[in-house]
């Protein structure tokens, strides 16, 4: 039986309802089912699910001790993965599987059961790793791995396999499954077969699969399992692979080796007009998932912010950021870029939120077009001395966006404002982008100013309260929500966007501040805010000589 053609069929038919992004891969697969490129063999993939299915046991209520029988989706899944073979090689095609499904869909338990069937049908001398950001979560995949092996007498049976407070492992094949997490103090030294990531949606960065990874480089057939749920971390580990996974659905890059199964929805608005669109995101709706509890959330959903953020995020994997932020994520999203060349030859409103000593420090170029558009050119500076311990204390990849030139670095432990300036003069120089006016808040300023005004700057002072920060605020978000502002899809101001709260008195006037954490920075939010101020003076003096 070919359970990919099975599922595929019922897809087109309607008879199983799931987005356009799963729907388009489906499509795709089955034209590879006929490039000459690869060859289909159902064998490894039943060979798993008949293991699954014979030896593996639920251990959950109201589950427990029945026999695993796995839903359509899920063993054609397995085909798929384990099925495609390279034709030129006969090797395994896919070596990468991201797997984003809703909570309480058994995605736990499905993996469990695969790496179980893993453990037990690999040859020997292999390690199976289960991994998450925290100890904890990856403790969850692997107690579910171990109470599923103890529900079966004969995967239990201590010949065939024993465990002990590190691992599983087989007296006989020398088989082990281990624990892996972004805690974990040595990620060296592994010869992982099979690699299974849970829950991914709270990595920053990515350390523990860039340690799975390496660790499989001598492997003819490595594979990587990413199961998770959509979470609130904006910029992390889990956006930049979906991101990956969404250009490769829309053609924009080409890679035979992932396997991207995304169970998403289509729209916000379906969830609440049609429950029958429920199953997209949650393809085990009614058999392990209970609609009563879909129904039960939605109707708190319309009456409580909390409820809503984490039901769209969790049950239907629609990102969202944390309680009580300014802007939805859906808002503040946009992964439009452009070529800093396009905009050779502009004039700008320049913004500066100046941090204190050991913080973030933040500079901004706005720039409008005759056609409305906003384009925003964000850059960020930090003390050197400080980066490890920010990493750590924020947790966000300081150290790619350092890479990626989106910050730079000071020496010592507190930040040269200096080097603003001179990115300023870098980028009149070097792109002929020169800012009319420049905003800034007077704390902390006053030798900057001096300086920026010494090179021929033009300061405009914009303190932050209400007074001076509701309006241009309120005019930034209306411009996000209606995708007018391009700011080249940075992460750094996408997460400073997401971490800012809107502070609001009793007139209804707002001003920013930060999320429930003193680590949650928002300097980018604030100097944009204070280039929208300076924007707003000189509205029509800048629109007469803009481009």
């Not at 896919?94 to 179980?116: C, H, M, Q, S, Y």
Request: aromatic letters at 10%; proline letters at 3%.
């Amino acid at each position: 039986m070919n359970y990919l053609i099975e599922y595929y069929q019922k897809v087109m038919s309607n008879e199983i309802l799931v987005g356009e992004e799963l729907k388009t891969m489906l499509k795709r697969l089955m034209d590879d089912l006929v490039d000459p490129r690869f060859d289909f063999d159902e064998k490894p993939g039943n060979l798993r699910i008949d293991f699954i299915e014979t030896f593996c046991k639920h251990t959950k209520s109201p589950f427990n001790g029945q026999p695993f029988i796995l839903e359509l989706w899920e063993k054609a899944l397995i085909q798929t993965a384990y099925g495609f073979k390279m034709k030129e090689t006969g090797l395994r095609r896919f070596n990468e599987v991201i797997l984003l499904i809703a909570r309480k869909n058994g995605k736990t338990t499905f993996i469990a059961g695969l790496d179980l069937a893993e453990f037990f049908l690999s040859k020997g001398g292999v390690d199976i790793v289960c991994a998450s950001n925290t100890s904890e979560q990856a403790n969850i995949l692997f107690e579910e791995i171990n109470n599923m092996r103890e529900q079966s007498p004969a995967l239990s049976n201590e010949k065939r396999s024993k465990k002990n407070i590190f691992f599983i492992y087989s007296p006989k094949t020398k088989n082990k499954i281990k624990k892996l997490s972004a805690q974990s103090r040595n990620k060296d030294g592994y010869n992982i077969e099979v690699g299974c990531i849970d829950e991914v949606h709270e990595m920053t960065d990515s350390k523990v699969y860039d340690a799975i990874k390496q660790s499989q480089s001598t492997k003819k057939e490595p594979l990587i399992f990413i199961i998770t749920t959509e979470g609130t971390t904006v910029g992390g580990f889990l956006d930049t692979k979906l991101d990956y996974c969404r250009k490769m659905l829309k053609n924009e890059i080409s890679d035979d080796r992932v396997l991207p199964w995304l169970y998403t929805q289509d729209s916000t608005n379906e969830i609440y007009e049609n429950p029958e669109t429920w199953k997209k995101s949650n393809p085990s709706l009614g058999v392990v998932k209970t609609t009563s509890y879909l129904d039960d959330v939605m109707n708190k959903s319309k009456n409580d912010h909390s409820t809503r953020v984490t039901m769209l995020c969790k049950d239907f994997n629609i990102k969202q950021v944390d309680q009580g932020a300014w802007l939805s994520f859906a808002d503040l999203n946009n992964e439009s870029i452009y070529s800093i060349d396009s905009l050779r030859g502009s004039y700008a409103i320049g913004g500066v939120d100046l941090s204190s000593t050991t913080d973030l420090t933040s500079s901004i170029l706005l720039i409008q077009k005759k056609d409305g558009k906003r384009y925003v050119i964000p850059h960020f500076f930090m003390p050197s001395e400080v980066l490890k311990k920010r990493m750590e204390e924020d947790n966000v990849p300081y150290d790619i966006w350092l890479k990626r030139g989106l910050i730079t670095l000071t020496d010592g432990n507190q930040n040269d404002f200096s080097l603003v300036t001179k990115w300023f003069i870098k980028m009149i120089q070097q792109y002929e982008i020169r800012p009319l006016w420049v905003g800034f808040d007077p704390w902390n300023s006053q030798y900057w100013i001096k300086e920026m005004e010494d090179q021929g700057f033009n300061m405009e002072k914009v303190r932050q309260g209400v007074y001076s920060l509701s309006e241009p605020m309120k005019q930034l978000e209306a411009d996000l929500k209606n995708k007018i502002v391009n700011y080249d899809n940075n992460p750094i101001l996408k997460w400073c966007l997401s971490n800012t709260q809107a502070k609001v008195d009793l007139n209804g006037n707002i001003q920013p501040s930060k999320l429930n954490s003193r680590f949650k920075r928002i300097d980018g939010t604030v100097a944009l805010i204070i280039a929208y101020a300076v924007l707003n003076r000189y509205k029509l003096d800048y629109e007469n000589m803009m481009t």
